[in-house]
C-alpha cells in the first residue's frame, strides 16, 4: 500500500464531481498499447470519451454495460491523439509476490498487481452523482 497524501480541505474536495456512467462501448485505443477508448453513458445526450489504462487487466468486451464511476469534472486532455473527458475511478493492490513485493515507486505491470474499477452494487441512472 502506498503512503497517503497530505489532507485537503474539504472545500477542494467538494469541488470533485463523482458520477456513475455506464460503459456504451470499450476499443483498444489505436496508438497506447496500455489504454482502452470507452465511450459513456454519463446523463447527457452526448456522453463523453475517457481513456483509461486497464488494458492489461480488462478485455474491453466485458465492460459493456458496466456501471462506473467517473470524475465528471477533469479537464480534457488528448491521450496520445484521443481526447479523454474525465476518468474512470480504480483501485490497485499490489500482489505480494513471494517474500517480495514491489517497491513503491516502481509501477509495477499485471503480473504484480491487480486493478479493479470501482462500480454500484445496483443499478442507477447514468449520470447520478456520488457523495
Known amino acids: 500500500m502506498s503512503e497517503p497524501l497530505p489532507p485537503i480541505a474539504y472545500e477542494l474536495f467538494s469541488k470533485i464531481d463523482f458520477r456513475v456512467a455506464t460503459v456504451r462501448s470499450a476499443v483498444a485505443h ?49 491521450l496520445r491523439g484521443e481526447v479523454s473527458a474525465g476518468m474512470i475511478l480504480a483501485a490497485s493492490d499490489l500482489r505480494e509476490l513471494g517474500a517480495v513485493t514491489a517497491p513503491a515507486d516502481l509501477k509495477p505491470g499485471p503480473d504484480e498487481r491487480d486493478v479493479v474499477l470501482l462500480t454500484v452494487d445496483k443499478a442507477v441512472k447514468a449520470g447520478s452523482k456520488v457523495s
Open 30 to 78: 489505436p496508438s497506447a498499447d496500455k489504454l482502452l477508448k470507452i465511450q459513456l453513458d454519463d446523463g447527457t445526450p452526448e456522453g463523453r470519451q475517457v481513456c483509461a489504462g486497464i488494458k492489461a487487466w480488462y478485455d474491453p468486451s466485458t465492460l459493456i454495460g458496466k456501471q462506473v464511476i467517473i470524475v465528471a469534472n477533469l479537464e480534457p486532455r488528448q
